[in-house]
């Protein structure tokens, strides 16, 4: 293998449960938080850039942080730094005072979702170049998987042991899988294969046509995302009666068929091809996060955020696997920083836009954006993919 790690069943359940791990610290509180910072007093505004500050942090930190992973030639660093920041992130949520601790709590949640590319490349690297699909499929069904364990436990440990309960037991799996690190072996990138740091290493792969495409329909998807389960969704669901374990019945909703779809997404992308799949996933994506909007009901609620999850679940791996079709091995990191950089304005702009628009015209107006924003990248996606198999036919004429 190009990076020298030993790739063994072993090593790969051991990254898988590390993974897991890391992605239930970050999202153990996700359901809560709206409902808990409305429970401190703050606006749907201040809500919207607390939630918004997890994304603009990545965009900032992401891409640097794939470039220096390159050109250190290294991985594991970076996911110590990840888990790190994860625990820490948690618990400053629970410090009595004023939003300034909430927000954060955010902005180093923030930095431990940056470190995400380390994973992402060191996870690819224990396959042959051509099974990055597979890889990124599996990688995919671990973050759902570890998105789902803390979800669910999120609002029956707030409901049944107050709200820093969900807080403090992020702390502990993110701790819990720190031992998980020294196990995972890593045979670092000798120093005359590393790239060096430099303008032409950016230059180069920013250019890759298929990478920026991705990482603009990933701003989208990712607006969709954060303004609606990983935003103002939960919110919705409290007007609507829903609490403890109904809450956590919702987040099963979106949750299940998106862990699902990421496994079974290369078989249908074979039968219908990744464009035209992109194309009537976003389109039903955007669907059912406007028909949120008119959810009389929690049954309603929980049928719109099940048709969401299948078709972000189906989105997502294809989006991770076209961001790093086109990258040399050298330069994953640095693409793959490029783009979660780049998806980080949808996870920052969406819930940060929608936050204000609440504020002015009402919760489900932000569910509005979020549908924009999905049919956006359906239109997208059907110029893209004329243009994609435009490009095969005269490459096999």
């Known amino acids: 293998m190009a990076t020298g790690i030993r790739s063994t069943p072993r090593q790969r359940a051991l990254f898988g449960v590390m993974t897991v791990l890391y992605w239930t610290s970050m999202y153990m509180y996700v359901p809560i938080l709206s409902p808990y910072l409305s429970s401190l007093g703050l606006s749907l505004g201040i809500t919207g850039i607390v939630l918004g500050s997890y994304g603009f942090v990545q965009m900032l930190v992401r891409f640097p942080i794939g470039l220096w992973s390159d050109t250190l030639g290294r991985r594991k660093p970076f996911i110590v730094l990840g888990l790190a920041a994860g625990a820490v992130s948690c618990l ?22 940056s470190t995400w590319v380390a994973f992402t490349i060191m996870y690819a690297s224990m396959f042959e170049p051509g099974e990055s699909s597979a890889a990124m499929g599996q990688i995919s069904a671990m973050t759902v998987t570890g998105q789902l364990t803390g979800m669910a436990l999120s609002a029956p440990l707030a409901d049944s042991l107050g709200w820093s309960a969900p807080f403090i037991t992020g702390t502990c799996a993110a701790l819990l899988a720190l031992p998980f690190v020294w196990y995972i072996r890593e045979q670092p990138v000798s120093a005359d294969q590393r790239p060096p740091m430099s303008l032409a290493l950016l230059g180069g792969v920013m250019q890759q046509p298929t990478l920026v495409r991705a990482s603009v329909l990933s701003i989208l998807v ?28 919702i987040v099963f909703a979106f949750m299940i068929p998106h862990a699902l779809a990421s496994l079974i997404m290369r078989k249908i992308s074979a039968k219908f091809g990744e464009w035209r799949l992109l194309q009537i996933a976003f389109l039903f994506g955007a669907a059912a996060t406007v028909m949120i909007s008119f959810s009389p009901s929690l049954g309603w609620l929980a049928a719109t955020q099940a048709v969401n999850g299948f078709m972000q679940g189906l989105i997502l791996p294809m989006l991770l696997s076209l961001a790093i079709r086109d990258a040399q091995i050298r330069e994953r990191a640095t693409a793959m920083g490029f783009y979660q950089a780049v998806y980080s304005i ?18 489900d107006s932000g569910f509005w954006l979020g549908g924009c924003s999905g049919a956006a990248a359906a239109i997208l996606a059907v110029v893209w993919g004329r243009t994609s198999r435009n490009k095969q036919q005269q490459l096999h004429r």
């Not at 949520?93 to 949640?109: D, E």
């Not at 609606?228 to 409290?238: C, E, N, Q, R």
């Not at 949808?346 to 919760?363: L, S, V």
């Open 92 to 113: 400053l949520f629970i410090i009595p005072g004023g939003f300034g601790w909430p927000l954060a709590g955010r902005i180093v949640a923030g930095v431990c979702a």
């Open 222 to 249: 990712h607006s969709m995302l954060f303004i609606s389960m990983f935003g103002f969704t939960p919110l919705k669901a409290k007007e609507l009666g829903a609490d403890g374990w109904l809450l956590t019945a």
């Open 346 to 363: 949808g996870m920052f702009a969406g819930p940060f836009i929608a936050g204000w628009m609440n504020d002015e015209w009402g919760i």
